[in-house]
């Protein structure tokens, strides 16, 4: 599939090394399903080419292992060795694909994976070195789940994606992560506990205990995984600033609000005042850039702003409550409760 079409609709031209090609394509010509299919294939592609291994998380990879109903994802999300971004991003550049533009402030919210667009294509790719809630070394993580990928055909192309043990846990914690962002994660995770986990064997519980010890994620999965594996006891506050630092993401939810604090307060004195402000007062088109949603005219951006604030001021008990718990040591358990409500 991706040869007959980038035979008809493209025009690949050298890119100055070996095996690298631009697909300029017709910016009509791709519809969303086909250009997340056409995107794993090309990343996989370059990858090939330039000696990368490429491991595809979530999107087709998730419905395929029936961790969630099949449906058309909005990108492509790569994982590569940490040692291998440069040469990958150098890549997809020379196919056309660039850094998507964001505020300075977005930058600092987005440390795990950069995304890339290109102007003739419907979809994005998020290329990650790591990936949120596995807390052992990224490359260690990389190669525990490489070690156990398997294959899957797109576009016509045999891609790796990890076997449904580690699709299990990058489900459980991309679920946990930021649930204030789309109410899909917390039928996602109820599909987790009410479908996929009791249905495991005993084998399998303990295979995705172990994967869990191996990437550092028994703490931050947990509230998934404990009514199904044995773990270990949990963890104190104050052990691990990245487990602590996710407990007050998770326990407020994943809101703006929590992410801009934890900013804040992991940065240098010098720094905590231009970032307050920009918390606080984000310029116009900063705005925009972040949200291109916002109609035009100064009115909409006025309502923007207002809007902004409200869901600044909404989130504040809930961060403190969350700092609250994160220092006793407890991981917030709202989204995995049978009723769906709050508590640890």
């Not at 910016?27 to 294939?41: C, G, K, N, Q, R």
């Not at 997809?92 to 694909?97: K, N, Q, R, V």
């Not at 409550?321 to 709202?334: I, K, N, P, V």
């Amino acid at each position: 599939m991706l040869a007959l079409y980038l035979a008809g609709r493209s025009r690949p031209r050298a890119s100055g090394r070996a095996g690298d090609s631009v697909a300029r394509v017709e910016p009509s010509a791709l519809t969303a399903a086909d250009a997340v299919e056409l995107a794993h294939a090309l990343v996989d592609g370059v990858g090939r080419a330039r000696g990368i291994r490429v491991l595809f998380l979530k999107g087709p990879g998730a419905a395929h292992h029936g961790l969630r109903p099949a449906r058309v994802s909005a990108d492509a999300d790569a994982m590569v060795a940490p040692g291998d971004l440069a040469s990958m991003l150098e890549g997809l550049a020379a196919a056309g694909w660039h850094e998507r533009e964001h505020s300075d402030l977005a930058h600092l919210f987005a440390t795990h994976s950069v995304t890339l667009i290109h102007d003739a294509w419907p979809c994005d790719i998020d290329v990650h070195v790591r990936f949120p809630g596995f807390l052992q070394d990224p490359a260690d993580v990389f190669e525990a789940l490489w070690e156990r990928r398997v294959p899957i055909a797109l576009a016509g192309v045999e891609v790796s994606i990890p076997d449904r043990t580690g699709a299990i846990l990058i489900a459980a914690l991309h679920s946990l992560r930021t649930p204030a962002q789309t109410s899909r994660h917390a039928a996602e995770v109820r599909m987790l506990l009410d479908m996929v986990l009791p249905s495991l064997d005993e084998a399998e519980r303990e295979d995705l205990a172990s994967l869990a010890s191996l990437t550092g994620c028994q703490d931050t999965a947990r509230p998934v995984l404990e009514r199904f594996v044995v773990l270990p006891p949990s963890t104190p506050a104050r052990v691990d600033p990245e487990l602590d630092a996710w407990r007050v993401r998770t326990g407020a939810q994943g809101s703006s609000t929590v992410q801009h604090w934890q900013i804040i307060v992991s940065s240098p004195l010098r720094r905590r005042p231009r970032l307050i402000w920009n918390a606080f007062w984000r310029s116009a088109e900063d705005l925009r850039r972040d949200h291109p949603e916002i109609p035009p005219g100064r009115v909409a951006l006025v309502r923007a702003r207002l809007a902004r604030w409200g869901r600044g001021l909404r989130a504040a008990p809930g961060v403190l409550s969350s700092l609250a718990r994160a220092r006793r040591g407890e991981t917030d358990r709202t989204l995995t409760r049978p009723d769906g409500g709050g508590g640890t």
